[in-house]
């Protein structure tokens, strides 16, 4: 096992993402032994601190671990704090007088990653100052890593991309999309490359349409604030889900290297039909959740939460039809809906086949056979499911649906690992196939934005327009008829 030296810099580390997400990972990559103990975890905050109440806090984060508390306790002692203003630049020259002393205690070798999980309007200036204070002018490597949102649309995407391109070149830049980290979404490409019954049939001759679906149960819970300016297009579709279909649509790679991955990817996303302002509603669905029963309860509506706005059009939900315009995918539509307070907490990808060119078990007017699905389950499921036809047993010819089901999760012993674990460790080897590329946000962003200024010109005037606990409102169904098609069930 490779095992990196490197500090980590946690701008942000009384946040909530540091104690959920960060500390638990990195936690596990040293229980594992992907970590050895040249390795230090620096926490930069506002908040006045000292080391030991910030490793109480790391200490908390991993406690539901069943791990022996010799292991936590030596755990967090690779772990220090200094209280920060990220305006200041004394502080930057305090930090560097920290992390030069701990290179020499940890033997990091002049490692350094800088993880920026907190509000992204300072993103630029802490990636500035590092640079200016000499931070980043070290033995060894420097990184960045950055959390969404990368911008609210286009230009302050770019604009922010320039800011931090001025103190890191885009290879030592790591911008986070956890579904990247994912297992099953990682195993896309597996199932896809490595499988000779999918890989010939993967085009528009024999694939009649793919859906994503990410749903969620769950609604804005603390963090209406933030919501209210992104939104769900914003907030999962810009991000995540064109993520998906980018894996779900792009060509084999020559190699399995960042560069050729990304390249691809980036292929998909040029070729993405953009979406005119006057087509949007052809296109894509917006929804927002009303009151409704979840859990056997009853919850409150998306505008009743105390953090949004009485009248909001923010939407919670998308849904929306994507085409792809290269010799593979032409005329294959791609559907995605994400959304909140739906029915299930569920990913899944349908890949739904074409019908077979004759039936010949069921006559004219009869039921008719069930069209061949590949089913891959990203969470909280992880495997894939096949959807075959076999015979019905009895006297008559008559077929029946089977499923060909594969498991991830389900066997014993194996625990996947966190998507953030996953990813941290990739940064700190210096991978970031699994990271997007400026070029892939960009383009990204250049699609959703004529969607999102549509709407937000426009009153969602029908808002709420679906009940908490629903698969999303009813335009989304007639978004897949207009085209003879449905949502397959995902739960
Ligand atoms: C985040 C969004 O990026 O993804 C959240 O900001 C959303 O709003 C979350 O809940 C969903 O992630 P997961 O891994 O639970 O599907």
Request: aromatic share 10%; net charge negative; glycine share 6%.
């Amino acid at each position: 096992i490779e095992q990196p030296k490197t500090i980590v810099v946690i701008f942000g580390a009384t946040g909530d993402l540091a104690k959920r997400k960060l500390f638990p990972s990195i936690f596990n990559l040293y229980r594992k032994g992907n970590l050895s103990e040249d390795f230090a975890v620096v926490g930069v905050a506002r908040r006045d601190l000292s080391s030991e109440e910030f490793r109480s806090s790391v200490k908390e984060s991993i406690s539901n671990k069943q791990v022996s508390s010799d292991k936590v306790d030596t755990f967090s002692e690779h772990f220090h704090y200094q209280s920060f203003d990220v305006t200041n630049p004394s502080s930057y020259l305090e930090l560097k007088d920290l992390l030069e002393k701990l290179d020499n205690t940890y033997q990091t070798e002049g490692n350094r990653i800088f993880y920026l999980a907190m509000a992204p309007e300072f993103f630029g200036t802490i990636a500035e100052n590092l640079k200016k204070e000499g931070l980043t002018a070290t033995s060894g490597f420097s990184r960045l890593v950055i959390e969404k949102p990368f911008g609210h649309n286009l230009p302050s995407a770019k604009q922010l991309n320039e800011q931090i391109r001025k103190a890191f070149k885009e290879e030592q830049i790591y911008r986070i999309d956890h579904y990247l980290g994912k297992e099953m979404v990682q195993n896309i490409e597996v199932i896809r490359f490595a499988n000779a019954i999918f890989e010939p049939l993967w085009n528009n001759r024999y694939i009649a349409n793919i859906q994503v679906t990410s749903s969620e149960t769950l609604g804005v819970e603390d963090r209406g604030r933030y919501y209210e300016t992104s939104g769900a297009l914003r907030d999962m579709v810009q991000n995540h889900m064109m993520q998906m279909v980018a894996l779900l649509a792009m060509e084999p790679p020559i190699k399995l290297t960042t560069e050729e991955i990304r390249s691809e990817k980036i292929k998909v996303l040029r070729a993405l039909r953009p979406i005119k302002e006057d087509e949007v509603h052809d296109y894509f669905v917006r929804g927002q959740y009303g009151k409704g029963m979840q859990n056997g309860g009853e919850v409150e509506s998306y505008r009743d939460d105390s953090n949004v706005d009485d009248n909001s059009i923010t939407e919670t939900y998308v849904a929306g039809k994507l085409l792809i315009d290269n010799f593979r995918w032409a005329g294959v539509p791609f559907y995605i809906r994400t959304g909140k307070r739906m029915t299930a907490k569920s990913t899944k990808i349908v890949v739904q086949f074409k019908d077979i060119p004759m039936n010949l078990y069921y006559g004219k007017g009869e039921q008719q056979q069930t069209p061949n699905l590949l089913v891959i389950n990203i969470q909280p499921e992880e495997g894939i499911t096949l959807h075959l036809n076999a015979k019905k047993a009895g006297q008559h010819m008559q077929t029946t649906p089977v499923n060909l089901d594969f498991c991830n999760n389900c066997i014993d012993g194996i625990n996947t690992p966190e998507a953030y674990e996953k990813l941290i460790y990739d940064c700190m080897k210096g991978d970031a196939t699994n990271f997007t590329h400026w070029d892939e946000v960009a383009l990204s962003w250049n699609f959703v934005d004529p969607i999102s200024n549509v709407w937000e010109s426009q009153m969602a005037t029908q808002f709420p327009n679906y009940e908490s606990g629903s698969m999303g409102p009813k335009e989304a169904d007639q978004l897949l008829a207009r085209d003879g098609f449905i949502w397959w069930p995902v739960s």
